[in-house]
């Protein structure tokens, strides 16, 4: 049976940034804390941990002196930078770029939902670190909207400035703006848009993915999708496979591998979440092939 891997599987160029930023803090005999997992998958983690990165929550942080902390790519709130400065915690800064220029244009937008009474909205996931700190720079003007049957939380009758967790799937943020467009409407007949700001920020690292994993899926006879089980990113991915070839299985260890899922196969295909290392990949594709 022949086996492929999926060229764009592996770390996006966030995650890839701040693994070697951690790496190399590490290499230079540094202590370093690390606030939440720095990558959502277990064996990655492992590695890292076994060259000394120690993971810690928030609320070890708000205890912790005179240390240095690693902020991961998903991001921070103003309030963790605030703590740090109080703690005298020097911060490795190793957010992705995309994600804190993100967190600035919600800042400067901030400015104006403040002199227009204006709501910024953030098509998000509850509790996700990003999201998390996208709502800590919206501030008080900040609403999470987590699905369409979150829009009663949206006045129509003020400005809105809509933004998505960089991770989102696209169709649904696009059915989330014609939603809302359309509510606008019914308050504002004819100009929906000078009350609609849309930023389109979901990540071309991820959106960039979705097509050429629906071909790869349609492609094989088995789909092997490895992701940490808490990698969103990594659901959402798994469904586009699923929704292409219904002989997809999520996994996240080599270990998971049914090999009557091959019984019937001529070829398999292996890939991955933005979360998951490459190595992991090709450990995978190897069990496959002994098989
Ligand atoms: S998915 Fe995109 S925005 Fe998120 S960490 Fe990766 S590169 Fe950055």
Redesign the pocket.
């Known amino acids: 049976m022949k086996v492929d891997i999926e060229p764009g599987s592996g770390?996006?160029?966030?995650?890839e940034?701040?693994v070697r930023i951690a790496e190399e803090a590490l290499r230079a005999g540094e202590k370093i804390f690390c606030l939440g997992e720095i990558v959502h998958n277990d064996l990655e983690m492992d590695r890292l941990k076994d060259l000394g990165l120690i993971t810690i929550s928030h609320e070890y942080f708000a205890r912790l002196r005179d240390s240095k902390v690693l902020i991961r790519?998903?991001g921070e709130p103003p309030s963790t930078y605030e703590t740090a400065r109080k703690n005298n915690i020097t911060i490795i800064e190793a957010t992705?770029?995309?994600?804190h220029s993100?967190q600035e244009k919600i800042r400067l937008v901030l400015v104006s939902a403040r002199e227009n009474d204006g709501q910024i909205v953030i098509f998000g996931k509850e509790g996700h670190a990003?999201v998390i700190g996208l709502l800590g720079a919206a501030g008080e003007k900040g609403i999470l909207v987590t699905g369409l049957h979150d829009l009663h939380k949206i006045d129509c009758t003020r400005r809105v400035w809509l933004f998505a967790q960089?991770?989102k799937n696209k169709a649904e943020y696009d059915m989330i703006i014609e939603t809302i467009r359309r509510n606008l409407e019914k308050m504002s007949p004819g100009h929906p848009d000078n009350f609609l700001k849309v930023y389109n920020t979901i990540?071309?690292?991820?959106s960039g993915r979705e097509p050429k994993l629906r071909i790869f899926a349609r492609q094989h006879d088995v789909i092997i999708f490895v992701s940490g089980k808490n990698s969103s990113?990594g659901h959402m991915l798994y469904e586009v496979c699923l929704n292409e070839n219904n002989h997809s299985y999520f996994i996240s260890h080599p270990e998971e591998i049914n090999p009557e899922w091959f019984s019937n196969a001529g070829n398999a295909g292996v890939c991955g979440a933005?979360s998951t290392p490459r190595w992991l990949i090709h450990k995978v594709a190897e069990t496959i092939e002994k098989i």
């Open positions: 770390f996006c160029f966030g995650v940034n701040a790519a998903h992705c770029p995309i994600v993100l990003e960089t991770t990540c071309g690292q991820v990113n933005t």
